[in-house]
């Protein structure tokens, strides 16, 4: 019997129009827990580097967690994983909500995608019947929409469906999939989707989960819903409101946005607010928020209240779920001050099925460039005066890709090259061709620098995690910040503590404090909890993104051991999430990925350290076990059981008999 996983998987060829379920090797599991980490291991066997993310043979797959649907608190991310074409590498991206424990209850761990239909159609999974179903008549309708057409049409109300907009049928490279109050966005998921003929995925499951031991794990669960309480009565001092609680960054339910608008930047890129937010802001925000929001809602099995139900109508749909930061990043790159435009054009967007972090910064380069001359008023015939209503224009040609909106559905790395005209120069904010959240800081953090430069996610928000994004103000908030600091891996209490007990004092300044080994360090600890709940399902709202989550290195591996009857210890859960690491670092190198590719944009910081980084830059790869390019040495393939890897890369010639 298998354990918090179903051990089948749903394998649809939408080219053959064939539907298979597979049963998976549980030695897999073993190895690598499921989620993203099998996710890397299917895409290592079957695509290719020679295969294009618009080729049949790229696969989209929908994969549930280990501990998906299980009891355990926010176990509910659904890890959709395919071949960017965005950034040409492989992508992840995770979806909240309910869709993977409804998989997990229909009988599947995951959805395995392959080929192209030479019609639109959606995926109907309901248990053990599955069928490919025409969906001409889905065709340009919203998101939402479709979602809501199809429960209907099935006769189903509680059917979780996935589906893409306009955008994705239209395949702009930053298209999305939205799932109800989730979405997976980041690195053209939605693209693939739609280029593969696929409107939508409806599932409704009825059947149960085993647990290899319920006792010990209900118990362990209900010891997470305790901390979960005390952290909720219990805020972070000395950090912003966003960040003192747990779940994604609470902005459905806080009104000070005082940390994101002023060190966020303005206009894709170009400067920042400092003098923005003031009281007459905050107090016309919570107005216009409190209007909005008709509730807080939660994903599955979840006690956060990270979204809401907005009370807009946009494209036919009379109300939306609000995601996190997408309430701000429109606004900012608009360069202005109506959170009511925020509301509006995101719930538009959403609906259109566009990623809320590289659209705006998307359109905001558009306009950059036509206040600049390089775009002209023949680009852009009846470009509105109005700075709010040019990003509804330039939305609306994008998503149909009409004019010059053919060339911004390319994303701004592409549309620069494109353009031409000097336009390069205003890329700002792209690592590896994607578009990142618009931020400006000061004095650069070498830790994080890090983790921009190297992060397989290309994403900080799926990185950064369990340290203050800045030291924290006084020496009392430091004693009292580490004094129950419980969620350090083991050996490293003394070394951590210290870091963030001296960190801001006068005479240690970034970036030569802290040593560079401790950097190497804390970046591994950030990695490592975000591959371990990549690969669980847990939301990294609970676990690894958070200040002192209830989730951590010390509780998890008695968590899944409870859960799947596999006893692992802490460095076991360690050795896991680094096997998954460097799984998909080798599926990244074999589609060429350097460590030229590696650099955060050159505005990130106002102050830069070339040689310094280059240094820190080094010294993580050797870290790592990784040569001077960024690909990992035979011997830490080798040591952990990627045997296999290391030849393929030897017989590539990408791999050579170098240490180091």
Known sequence: MRYAETGVNLEID???????????????????LGGLGTNAKILWDRVPPEVDPFSPDNLLIFSTGLLGGTAAPGGNRTIVSTVSPQTLLMAYSMMGGFFAPELKYAGYDKIIIKGKSPSLVYLWVNGDKVEIRDASHLRGKGALETAELIRQELKEPKAQVAAIGLAGENRVLYSSIEQGRSSASRGGMGTVMGDKGLKAIAVRGKKDLNIARPGEFMKLCNEVLKYIEFRRDNPIKGVPPILAGLGSPQEMAIYDEKWH????????????????????????????????????????????????????????????????????????????????????????????????????QVMAFAVE????????????????????????????????????????????????RQIGKGAEAY??????????????????????????????????????????????????LREEFVRDWI???????????????????????????????????????????????????????????????PYHIHNLPHIISAAMGMDIDEGKLWEIAKRNRNLLRAVNV????????ERPPED??????????????????????????????????????????????????ILTNEKG
Not at 302 to 307: A, D, L, Q, S, T
Not at 428 to 454: C, D, S
Not at 524 to 537: L, N, P, S, V
Not at 590 to 597: E, I, V
């Open 590 to 597: 074999r589609r060429g990925l350097r460590r030229k590719d």
């Open 261 to 360: 608008t002023t060190n966020f930047s303005w206009g894709n890129a170009r400067i920042r607010r400092k003098d923005f937010w003031t009281e007459e802001t905050e107090k016309k925000w919570r107005e216009i928020q409190e209007k909005a929001v008709e509730r807080l809602v939660s994903c599955y099995n979840c006690p956060m209240k990270c979204g809401a139900v907005i009370s807009h109508s946009v494209l036919g749909v009379s109300k939306y779920m609000m995601k996190c930061y997408s309430k701000l990043t429109y606004v900012m790159a608009a360069m202005t001050d109506d959170l009511e435009f925020g509301f509006e054009i995101a719930g538009r967007a959403q609906e259109y099925g566009v990623d809320g972090y590289t659209t705006p």
């Open 604 to 653: 990130h910081w106002r102050k830069r350290f070339p040689e310094f980084e280059a240094h820190v830059h080094d010294e993580y790869y050797k870290f790592k076990g990784w040569n001077k390019e960024g690909i990992p040495t035979k011997e830490t393939l080798n040591k952990l059981g990627l045997d296999y890897v290391s030849q393929d890369l030897e017989q590539r010639g």
């Open 14 to 32: 939408l080219s053959r129009g064939s539907i298979e379920r597979e049963a998976t090797d549980p030695r897999l599991t073993e190895l690598h």
């Open 369 to 416: 460039l036509y206040e600049n001359g390089i775009l002209t008023d023949q680009d852009l015939p009846g470009f509105p005066s109005k700075n709010e209503e040019r990003f509804f224009y330039l939305l609306d040609k994008i998503v149909r890709r009409e004019g010059i909106g053919d060339v911004l559905a390319n994303g701004v790395y592409r549309a620069a």
């Open 427 to 476: 890329d700002h904010n792209t690592i590896k061709k994607q578009e990142q959240i618009p931020i400006k800081l000061g004095m650069l953090n070498p830790i994080y620098y890090i983790m921009w430069a190297t992060g397989e996610k290309v994403n900080i928000t799926q990185i950064e995690g369990q340290l203050p994004q800045e030291p924290l103000p006084t020496k009392e």
């Open 487 to 549: 969620q350090i891996p083991t050996g490293k209490e003394e070394r951590f503590k210290r870091f963030v007990l001296e960190w801001g004092d006068e005479d240690k300044k970034l970036p030569f404090w802290p040593p560079i080994d401790l950097v190497c360090e804390l970046v591994e600890w950030q990695e490592t909890m975000h591959y371990i709940d990549d690969a669980t399902g847990i939301c990294a709202g609970l676990s690894s993104f958070p200040l002192k989550p």
